[in-house]
Nanobody, 117 residues
Framework: QVQLVESGGGLVQPGGSLRLSCAAS????????MGWYRQAPGKQREFVAV???????NYADSVKGRFTISRDNAKNTVYLQMNSLKPEDTAVYYC???????????WGQGTQVTVSS
């Protein structure tokens, strides 16, 4: 069993910044990838960013240049630095983890990010 705990969400004005954290614990033998998805009200969950073992990064086009994903391997923690936030970034942000390339996702409980003036 893998547990993922997100933190760092909140209310921020347009143009502001937030940093999300996600700490993984439990039965983890290795980590292939950790990443972030988000789900806005009335919409499907969508990919935001992923960091793959070896350092490969991938971002959704909507966040490129504004969001940065990083990982602390020693702490099994992934971060999402979000800058220049827009109202359309408002969503519940979910962390996920895969232990192998074709393994199942483990998910966190989500953290709310609201961008509003």
């Amino acid at each position: 069993q893998v547990q993922l705990v997100e933190s760092g969400g909140g209310l921020v004005q347009p143009g502001g910044s937030l940093r999300l954290s996600c700490a993984a614990s439990g039965r983890i033998s290795s980590i292939y990838a950790m990443g972030w998805y988000r789900q806005a009200p009335g919409k499907q969950r969508e990919f935001v960013a992923v960091i793959i073992s070896g350092g490969s990064l991938n971002y959704a086009d909507s966040v490129k240049g504004r969001f940065t994903i990083s990982r602390d391997n020693a702490k099994n923690t992934v971060y999402l630095q979000m800058n220049s936030l827009k109202p359309e970034d408002t969503a519940v942000y979910y962390c996920n983890l895969r232990q192998t390339a074709f393994g199942t996702f483990s998910w966190g409980q989500g953290t709310q990010v609201t961008v509003s003036s």
